[in-house]
Each structure stands twice: as C-alpha cells, then as structure tokens.
Nanobody, 126 residues
Framework: QVQLVESGGGSVQAGGSLRLSCAAS????????MAWFRQAPGKERERVAV????????YYADSVKGRFTMSQHNAKDTLYLQMNSLKPEDSAMYYC???????????????????RGQGTQVTVSS
C-alpha cells in the first residue's frame, strides 16, 4: 500500500501563497488517484483537489478554483498543491490522500481516499 508524507504548511497572511508537497512511496504511484483534503476544527473534511496520476487531469472544489493548483512530478512520485491568494477560511489541516484507481473518474464520490498522510497545518491570518 502507499505511504504519504506531507510538507510545506505554515503561517501566512491573507493574500499570500504556500506550496504543499506530498511524497508517495511503497506502491506504484500511477495506480492511484491522488487528492488533497482539508479539515478545520469543527468542520467537515473537504476534498480540495483531485488528480488522475496517469493523465494529469485535475479537479477542484469551487472554494479554491482559480486560486489553488494541483500538480505532480511523476519521476519523484510527488504531489504538490500551490495555494495562492490565501484567505483566512483556508486555514485547516491539509492532508494528502490516495485511493486505487478504478473504472470511474478520480473525482467520483465513490472514492474514499483512505490512504492518508499525517497532515500539515496551514494558518492564514487576516
């Protein structure tokens, strides 16, 4: 199974940028759909962005569309989340997650994304 390790979180002022990284190991990266989730205290987990690692197609939550960009470095089995124009409401623990690809789109709600990293905290101050 895949193991995931995130890095790159921190504190930033509103309007600033951060880039999160997620290093995958332990299994063939291209077998997986990959996603970034976030969860703030007292709120439900939100799927922020998803990527089909084979074709590079990405999907974004409406709350981050146009501000966040998900990308990957296949040779390094590494996932990135570039976050620009950050807002205080973006403050949360961000998790990298994976699920084995199946016949349907990686953005399908049928994926549970049960393989997760330990998370990295993002704090945006106003």
């Amino acid at each position: 199974q895949v193991q995931l390790v995130e890095s790159g979180g921190g504190s930033v002022q509103a309007g600033g940028s951060l880039r999160l990284s997620c290093a995958a190991s332990g299994d063939t990266y291209s077998r997986y759909c990959m996603a970034w989730f976030r969860q703030a205290p007292g709120k439900e987990r939100e799927r922020v962005a998803v990527i089909n690692t084979n074709i590079g197609r990405t999907y974004y939550a409406d709350s981050v569309k146009g501000r966040f960009t998900m990308s990957q470095h296949n040779a390094k089995d590494t996932l990135y989340l570039q976050m620009n124009s950050l807002k205080p409401e973006d403050s949360a623990m961000y998790y990298c997650a994976a699920d084995r690809q199946r016949a349907w789109s990686c953005n399908s709600p049928l994926y549970e994304y049960n393989y997760r990293g330990q998370g990295t905290q993002v704090t945006v101050s106003s």
